[in-house]
């Protein structure tokens, strides 16, 4: 039961343009949601998280919104830029014993046209 | 400043034989995690630890898998006996609790079993 989803495998967009992945969960107990984005043979790198009790957090170029009605989030690039080809999860997590328990997401790969 | 080392990058073995995957958090980080990348499933957590104790161990697949914390700047990730639906790249994270919220990756392990 996947209880984050990224239903886009795959998407492109021109550079300069904006890039817009989306992300849809089912558990509504989450604390806080992130993004990651990774690189071909590099681990995830952390990129940006918003609060569950928010729902926009902004950061350079990217915007994280989150519709808590909907259980929906997405993340923002603009401009978009070569550099952000990758593969970005959204992750969800819960606080067990202090530590945050993350549940990911099965990545979407932006592909940033010249 | 050195992040989170994994070795071997590579690991190439047969079906029936013991893989043992290694892990070094960054310095001074109290909770670590594991995490399986497969293709169908997407990025799974396996176990974490905070303080070297494992605290949640329900993402290890089978009793097939084990994993250790003998040090806060040691872990490994035993498979015996592996098998090729066992192949996948493996991710170690560490991070620092309270304080972050995010986990620091590691660069993986490409594990196939033949």
């Known amino acids: 039961d996947q209880q984050v989803k990224q239903n886009s495998p795959s998407l492109s967009v021109q550079e300069g343009r904006i890039s817009i992945l989306n992300c849809d969960y089912t558990?509504?107990?989450?604390?806080?949601f992130l993004w990651y984005k990774k690189y071909p043979a590099e681990g995830p790198t952390f990129l940006i998280s918003?609060?569950?009790?928010?729902d926009k957090n902004e950061d350079g170029r990217f915007t994280v919104f989150l519709n808590k009605s909907a259980k929906h989030l997405s993340l923002h690039i603009v401009p978009s830029q070569p550099g952000d080809s990758a593969v970005y999860f959204c992750?969800?997590?819960?606080?067990?014993?202090?530590?945050?328990?993350?549940?990911f997401g099965q990545g979407t790969r932006l592909t940033i046209n010249p | 400043d050195a992040g989170v080392i994994q070795s071997p990058r590579h690991e190439v073995t047969e079906m029936g034989q013991e893989v043992t995957l290694r892990c070094k958090p960054i310095?001074?980080?109290?909770?670590l995690f594991w995490y399986r990348q497969t293709m169908m499933r997407g990025l799974e957590l396996l176990i974490y630890?905070?303080?070297?104790?494992?605290?949640?161990d329900s993402g290890m697949p089978e009793d097939r898998f084990s994993a250790k914390m003998p040090n806060a700047s040691f872990s490994t990730l035993k498979i015996q006996p592996s098998e090729p639906r066992d192949s996948a790249v493996y991710f170690c994270?560490?991070?620092?609790?309270?304080?972050?919220?995010?986990?620091?990756f590691g660069p993986g392990t490409r594990l196939t079993v033949l």
């Open positions: 630890f905070n303080n070297n104790v494992p605290i949640d």
């Open positions: 918003i609060s569950s009790i928010k």
């Open positions: 558990n509504s107990m989450f604390d806080y």
């Open positions: 310095s001074g980080h109290n909770s």
């Open positions: 992750a969800a997590s819960t606080l067990i014993q202090g530590a945050q328990k993350l549940v």
């Open positions: 994270a560490s991070s620092l609790i309270p304080l972050h919220l995010e986990q620091f």
